[in-house]
T-cell receptor, first 110, second 112 residues
Framework: SQQGEEDPQALSIQEGENATMNCSYKTSINNLQWYRQNSGRGLVHLILIRSNEREKHSGRLRVTLDTSKKSSSLLITASRAADTASYFCATVGSQGNLIFGKGTKLSVKP | DTAVSQTPKYLVTQMGNDKSIKCEQNLGHDTMYWYKQDSKKFLKIMFSYNNKELIINETVPNRFSPKSPDKAHLNLHINSLELGDSAVYFC???????????FGPGTRLTVL
């Protein structure tokens, strides 16, 4: 069953702006992961944050996790046209299953 | 070198046919997966497999079956294809079940 829900479903910004995507989930997790999918391509793993972590950085990406609110956010700073893609959060529970949300479609205009 | 590869990239076939999609990973991972992405981009796990355990999503029809000749390969066989099977199928692998997945490029299956 679906676990994560991304918000917004679609986001359109100008190059150079920051993009923030949110994810909410329902049950307890071991970790939460973010993926990017370019149109017509496979998914690329971006970052994994464990349930005992609150924030993680990777280049222009910043992920936060609030387990009390069962939510996570992905911030892309100084966005580029090449960041245009769909972004998915996915949660891992105690059984190790990865369950995806519906995704946020990000469009970065040059 | 491609980490996770799938063939074919596109597959167009008639209802009722039997088809296979091949997947190979050269990452030395122990666990491989098959996911289905529908027209609304929703991704659903179909199978999770390592050399010890096959976990099947109970919603997957038994017309779908994974076959693993060795640790680096997990092929997907589909019998008696139906219109509703049209989707993009992704193979993936990971070092362990809780770790990040490496995805293949996908196979777009169209059933006519």
């Amino acid at each position: 069953s679906q676990q994560g829900e991304e918000d917004p479903q679609a986001l359109s910004i100008q190059e150079g702006e920051n993009a923030t995507m949110n994810c909410s989930y329902k049950t307890s997790i071991n970790n939460l992961q973010w993926y990017r999918q370019n149109s017509g391509r496979g998914l690329v793993h971006l970052i994994l944050i464990r349930s005992n972590e609150r924030e993680k950085h990777s280049g222009r990406l910043r992920v936060t996790l609030d387990t009390s609110k069962k939510s996570s956010s992905l911030l892309i700073t100084a966005s580029r046209a090449a960041d245009t893609a769909s972004y998915f959060c996915a949660t891992v529970g105690s059984q190790g299953n990865l369950i995806f949300g519906k995704g946020t479609k990000l469009s970065v205009k040059p | 070198d491609t980490a996770v590869s799938q063939t074919p990239k596109y597959l167009v076939t008639q209802m009722g046919n039997d088809k296979s999609i091949k997947c190979e990973q050269n990452l030395g991972h122990d666990t491989m997966y098959w996911y289905k992405q529908d027209s609304k981009k929703f991704l659903k796990i179909m199978f999770s497999y390592n050399n010890k355990e096959l976990i099947i999503n109970e919603t997957v029809p038994n017309r779908f079956s994974p076959k693993s000749p060795d640790k680096a390969h997990l092929n997907l066989h589909i019998n008696s294809l139906e219109l509703g099977d049209s989707a993009v199928y992704f193979c993936a692998s990971s070092q362990e079940r809780g770790a990040g997945r490496f995805f293949g490029p996908g196979t777009r299956l169209t059933v006519l």
